[in-house]
């Protein structure tokens, strides 16, 4: 069950008062990776000393989560990075492709370092919803991850073979083709990767239902740079840093009861189930925002008393 997050008055993080700080501006700004690209990010300016990363999912590019955003940076909780991974957004290089294998990761590194010299000494938070959690918890095993200092996850994917995973989805818009996946994993493990651009995941919404900017169909070496492999125990064994799971107990994409106890054979991570609550309203509604606020603002005036 999740911890009491209640806060005594005289450690509380204040609120930005409406004479400093009428509305938050949404401004998509871009930072350089290693390999010259300019990758853009959502950003919502908030306080200097707190940053929050936060991926999106696996076909939407950031746009969705500016609600939350915009809430965290309003509350002078965080300033506010959303970005549009490589292959996703408005204008990607290559929609639903990247170069190689791991190139998220290295974006991802190259936009901490990004944040870190905007924000010196800034505590920084990293997290996602949905396969933005699995590309996350991807960190857990890089470098970054000892400049990390809590993880937020809202129903946070992690590998196909975790038992997070519906095997009937309640909802079933995409599809991974599993022959193609598993013949291209057996080239890679002779060295092969010619055919990495392969597309291995489509998603089938209709398209009077899209807005035109998703990402619906994904090469293989940018689905399997998304997500936590078969070997998500060295993952989540590594998260002995704050780290809180939200998960709606209505998701139609993973199963809800199976997070508590997978997460604690692994780790001490705050593992919350929200009532009434499906995959995308854990983002969206005032009662999630304002849970994960409170728990943002307990790991920032923790972290200040240690100080």
């Known amino acids: 069950m999740p911890r009491n997050r209640s806060i005594g008055k005289n450690h509380s993080r204040k609120r930005r008062k409406s004479s400093m700080f009428v509305s938050v501006s949404e401004e998509v700004q871009t930072y350089t990776a290693r390999d010259g690209s300019l990758l853009p990010y959502r950003y919502f ?49 290559r929609r639903g492709d990247i170069d190689y294998i791991g190139q998220l990761d ?42 990390v200092h809590a993880y937020l996850l809202l129903a946070p994917a992690l590998s196909p073979s975790s038992p997070l995973d519906r095997k009937d989805k309640l909802v079933n818009e995409s599809k991974v083709n599993v022959p193609k996946y598993a013949l291209l994993m057996a080239l890679n493990a002779l060295g092969i990767h010619r055919w990495d651009h392969t597309v291995v995941y489509r998603r089938l ?27 998500y125990a060295k993952h989540l064994s590594r998260l002995a840093k704050p780290t809180f799971v939200l998960i709606g107990e209505d998701d139609e994409v993973f199963r809800a009861e199976a997070y508590e106890p997978l997460y604690r054979q692994y780790c001490s991570a705050d593992v919350r189930v929200l009532p009434g609550h499906n995959h995308d309203q854990i983002i969206q509604t005032e009662q999630a925002l304002a849970i994960v606020g409170e728990w943002l603002k307990e790991q920032l005036v923790k972290a200040e008393a240690i100080q």
């Open 106 to 147: 290295d974006d991802l590194e190259d936009l901490i370092r990004h944040v870190q010299a905007r924000q010196p000494g800034a505590r920084i938070v990293f997290g996602g919803h949905s396969a933005g959690g699995a590309t996350a918890l991807r960190q857990t095993v890089r470098p970054i991850h000892d400049d």
């Open 205 to 231: 919404t209709p398209k009077e239902r899209l807005h035109g900017t998703e990402s619906c169909s994904l090469s293989y070496r940018l689905a399997l740079s998304r997500m936590v492999g078969s070997d």
């Open 45 to 93: 300016e908030g306080p200097a000393d707190a940053a929050l990363i936060f991926l999106h999912g696996i076909t939407e590019p950031s746009l969705y989560l500016s609600t939350l955003g915009r809430y965290l940076a309003d509350q002078g909780l965080a300033t506010v990075y959303l970005p549009d991974l490589r292959g996703y957004g408005a204008t990607p290089i």
